[in-house]
């Protein structure tokens, strides 16, 4: 059965730095991969998606996530945080598009 | 884009009454849908998978007579915890795939305090 990991249910970073949020994947066969971003008491929004074309994929907010097949990964990326980005993280996979696993979530905190 | 609502966005029910959360897919058609539960600090579950016209497919767990799934048309589905209780309690999730893409279109969320 498929699985997602994200490594750190917590992670701190300065306003203005790098944010990392790593996420990996159990399949052998790569499926779609989607990096949501959950605000407090709100639903989910998707910021971005891989479905089998570019393999670094651009999103919102400034958010990118490179699939590498090699390291079965889908990291999430964002060069300067900004303390709006502060929030709950999912990493979600999907086979066929409809059965969707989702990881255990990183909370993000952005220190002033 | 696609949009899904979910109401109500928040619901405070006592022990042993029944709530219904509605979930409606807002300018397209969903066959299927699917309900998930969210307890704090912790990822989402899937619970069931509504599909619109035969009865809905439960989560191993998950028990089909206490949250009772109806997919009565396109645009609605409508799940009932029924004889609720303060366990119950928790953040209740709905989403739809879209059309001919991998994605899946969450609803806001429903907030449930059972007291």
């Known amino acids: 059965a498929q699985s997602v990991t994200q490594l750190g249910s917590h992670v701190s970073v300065s306003e203005g730095a790098l944010v990392l949020l790593r996420c990996n994947y159990s399949s052998s066969v790569p499926p779609y991969l989607f990096w949501y971003v959950q605000y407090p008491n709100q639903g989910l929004q998707l910021l971005l998606k891989y479905t089998s074309a570019a393999t670094l994929v651009k999103g919102i907010n400034g958010f990118e996530a490179e699939f590498k097949k090699s390291e079965t990964s889908f990291h999430l990326t964002k060069p300067s945080a900004h303390m709006s980005d502060a929030a709950e993280y999912f990493c979600?996979?999907?086979?066929?598009?409809?059965?969707?696993?989702f990881g255990p979530g990183t909370r993000l905190s952005v220190l002033p | 884009g696609a949009v899904v609502s979910q109401h109500p966005s928040w619901v405070i029910c006592k022990s042993g009454t029944s709530v219904k959360i509605e979930c409606r897919s807002l300018?397209?058609?969903?066959?299927?849908m699917f309900w998930y539960r969210q307890f704090p600090k912790q990822s989402l579950m899937l619970m069931a998978t509504?599909?619109?016209?035969?009865?809905?497919?439960?989560e191993q767990g998950v028990e089909k007579d206490k949250f009772l799934i109806n997919h009565a048309s396109l645009t609605l589905s409508t799940l009932t915890v029924t004889s609720a209780h303060p366990e119950d309690s928790s953040f209740y999730i709905c989403s739809a795939p879209g059309q001919g893409s991998a994605e899946q279109y969450f609803g806001p969320g429903t907030r449930l305090t059972v007291t």
């Open positions: 979600a996979a999907a086979s066929g598009g409809q059965n969707f696993v």
């Open positions: 300018d397209f058609q969903a066959t299927t």
């Open positions: 509504s599909n619109e016209g035969s009865k809905a497919t439960y």
